[in-house]
């Protein structure tokens, strides 16, 4: 805080605490708590304008990705994914509020079993471009897993051939 004083966020309702590390535990409601609650666990149904964020795994993917709408894929690489959204590197040009299809391979960690191949709908958030080189941030829209025993592979889905 402004001061040098520490708070706390309370996952369940939003509320903002004060905090003392020197005795480890809360000091009380901050009196200009700003959140929904302030701190009062006794409305749990209210909605919350705050939600914690999905964990990250730091990758180094090799991914296809595309706008939506086209029909030929380019090679990107993940740097992160969460459940939520994925930081890519590519050599294509995106802008916010584009919808792109990406290609790649689940790591375990966020499919809950055995890495799969999956084709995710996203719109990206954010762009930073230098150079040649453009990292997108996307938030995923849907998420197809392609090695589902009995699924039938899409041709449009396919990525280039790697001769």
């Known amino acids: 805080m402004e001061d040098g004083s520490y708070y706390q966020i309370c996952v369940i309702c939003g509320g903002e605490y004060g905090y003392d590390w020197e005795e480890m ?12 609650g302030n701190g009062k666990h006794s409305n749990r149904a209210a909605k919350r304008d705050w939600k914690p964020r999905a964990r990250r795994i730091q990758a180094s993917l090799p991914a296809q990705i595309r706008l939506t709408d086209s029909s030929g894929w380019s ?11 994925v930081l890519v590197r590519t050599t294509m040009l995106f802008q916010p509020e584009q919808t792109v299809s990406l290609m790649f391979q689940m790591p375990a960690q966020l499919a809950g079993r055995h890495s799969s191949k999956v084709i995710c709908g996203g719109r990206v ?16 829209i849907s998420c197809i897993h392609c090695d589902k025993p009995g699924r039938k592979s899409h041709k449009s889905a396919d990525p280039p051939d790697k001769r």
């Open 25 to 36: 535990r809360r000091t009380g409601p901050l009196s200009n708590g700003s959140r929904p």
């Open 75 to 85: 090679e990107a690489t993940i740097e992160n994914i969460s459940e939520t959204g």
């Open 125 to 140: 958030v954010r762009v930073t471009a230098e150079q040649d080189v453009c990292s997108a941030a996307l938030a995923i």
